[in-house]
């Protein structure tokens, strides 16, 4: 039984046409999977049908969702809760809007904790500096009681990622975790996403629109392209022998930033 | 990085000031040199000096004494109303934004219906209604005064909804009523701020306004309001009419101000200091 298992997904905006078609993939547990595509393509409403979080007016108008045979779609909303957080994490593109400024920051992990690990408030901050010291932060009592904005971006990724795993999750969700961040930083980041799921195990669906962050991170990879998936297989092969014409497009676009930052190397 | 203390420079002298205020009213009926309701018309319009440090009215009443007594009136209705209508109108703004729907159909239709009716009209109307009482002044600045507000605060928490801290705190398993209290609420304080400071100052002049109608507190009941009311026709030969319960109002607003930005800078962590 795979750990996340998707069939069929369907997502609409009212009565329009689907902005997710029939998408169908799993994800056994520990594993990775990469989900690629150009903006817009549905990768980001794939991941929020799955979390449960779709915007307001979108709805899943078909397929079936179960994670760990158990079938998402049908859950009362109490309990689809408890898995946000529980066991499944959510990591968000944008680090700069993803923390709550009025909050410190420590806080925002240990609130979490408490409602998942039913830690009181002494407990649940020992277990928010354990966080911070895993994705590499600084666990001291100063760091967890900084506000939002005193970290930079890179370290404000890495405090989402402490929230998100807080939890520890059996599927981790980085939608586009490294778009916003300079390159590296985003290299560092990857390296600690890759890092965490040694040691934690948890499995990592990875959302991206970039090529060269799947292929940091998962050995598998579905593309998608206006809702659909237009071509899944291994990376290396999607890479070498593009099959679709979405696929193509995308590789290259990225041989093509490869091919100008060659020419600059050249005088 | 440590933060200054609340409670230091301005914002000290400004609480102690209020603090000093509500003291003298709770203890008027020991500190005030006469009775304020006492008629002397031998020596109406008598002069601030010893014995009469405030002067005395048109007949002949210690004005020291009635702004005693009246600061009862005045801060009461002034911190009740505007406590009450700042509290209504967030919790109805928040309502009607975070969960929308025909909730938010009726509470912001409600208020339209309310703000269409030219303010003190509507006041009138209801206190007419009711009759005249403190406790209704207060009702009635509340039941119209929450409307800004709870417009201001919708605005707020719609355009928080969607942002992606609140989305953060949704899938990390935060129940709707948490969300709302402790992402959404918390960052669009700054209307509830200003409104807070600027209805104790609404409400004291409004219960004025009333009493001057003869619909707030009954004569001889002195209210700031009512002695600023009666001292504008003598304003000419008896300035400390006007003076006196303008300076008390004028305090009570500034200190109120004041605690009110204060509090709006210090609950913000990026405000530099």
């Known amino acids: 039984m795979s750990l996340l298992e998707v069939a069929g997904l369907s997502v609409a905006f009212g009565a329009a046409p689907p902005v997710v078609d029939q998408v169908s993939f799993s994800l056994e547990a520990g594993q990775s999977l990469g989900l690629l595509g150009a903006s817009g393509s549905g990768k980001s409403l794939t991941a929020l049908a799955v979390m449960g979080l779709l915007p307001a007016g979108a709805a899943v108008t078909g397929g079936r969702l179960s994670f760990e045979g158990e079938d998402l779609l049908a859950m009362d909303p109490g309990a689809r809760r408890l898995l946000r957080g529980g066991d499944m994490g959510l990591v968000f593109q944008e680090p700069f809007t993803a923390l709550n400024p009025l909050m410190r920051v420590g806080d925002q992990i240990s609130e979490s904790l408490r409602l998942h690990q039913g830690l009181d408030a002494a407990a649940a901050r020992r277990g928010a500096a354990e966080a911070l010291e895993r994705v590499g932060l600084d666990p001291g009592p100063e760091r967890a009681r900084q506000y939002p904005h005193q970290f930079s971006g890179g370290m404000r990724q890495r405090a989402l990622l402490a929230m998100a795993l807080a939890g520890r999750p059996r599927l981790l969700i980085a939608d586009e975790p490294t778009t916003a961040l300079d390159s590296t930083v985003q290299a560092q980041v990857l390296a600690l996403l890759r890092r965490l799921q040694g040691e934690l195990g948890f499995a990592l669906l990875i959302i991206s629109h970039d090529l060269a962050v799947i292929h940091a991170l998962a050995p598998r990879a579905l593309v998608m392209d206006h809702g659909a998936v237009a071509e899944q297989g291994d990376v290396a092969g999607l890479l070498n022998s593009p099959a679709s014409a979405a696929a193509r497009r995308l590789m290259r676009a990225y041989a093509a930033l490869e091919g100008a930052a060659a020419e600059r190397g050249n005088p | 990085m440590g933060r200054p203390r609340f409670w230091q420079g301005a914002t000290l002298a400004c609480g102690a000031c209020l603090a000093l205020l509500a003291l003298a009213a709770l203890l008027a ?44 009136v005045s801060l009461g209705v002034g911190l009740s109303a505007a406590l009450g209508m700042t509290l209504l109108g967030a919790l109805l703004g928040a309502l009607a934004g975070y969960v929308g729907g025909w909730l938010d159909g009726l509470i912001m239709r409600s208020a339209d219906v309310l703000m269409c009716i030219p303010g003190v009209y509507l006041i009138l109307a209801l206190m007419v209604v009711l009759g005249p009482s403190l406790v209704n002044v207060v009702l009635v600045i509340v039941a119209t005064g929450w409307t800004g507000l709870a417009r201001l605060v919708r605005a707020e928490v719609l355009s928080l909804k969607g942002r992606d801290f609140v989305l953060a705190a949704r899938a990390s ?80 607003m500034m200190a109120v101000n004041l605690l009110g930005e204060a509090a709006r800078r210090h609950f913000n962590p990026r405000e530099p200091w």
Do not use: C, K
């Open chain 2, 173 to 252: 398993g935060a129940t709707p009523a948490r969300v709302l209290l402790r992402h959404v609420l918390p960052n669009a304080m700054a209307p509830v701020y200003v409104s807070l400071t600027f209805g104790v100052a609404g409400a004291i002049l409004m219960e004025s306004s009333l009493s001057f109608l003869g619909l707030g507190v009954q004569p001889p009941t002195a209210s700031w309001g009512s002695i600023l009311n009666s001292g504008r026709e003598s304003m000419a030969q008896a300035w400390w009419l006007t003076v006196f319960p303008g300076l008390a109002i004028f305090a009570v």
């Open chain 2, 29 to 72: 009926p020991w500190v005030a040199p006469a009775n304020p309701d006492a008629i002397d018309v031998l020596h109406s319009f008598g002069r601030p000096g010893p014995g009469q440090w405030l002067g005395r009215d048109e007949l002949g009443r210690d004005v020291l004494s009635r702004l005693l007594y009246g600061a009862r």
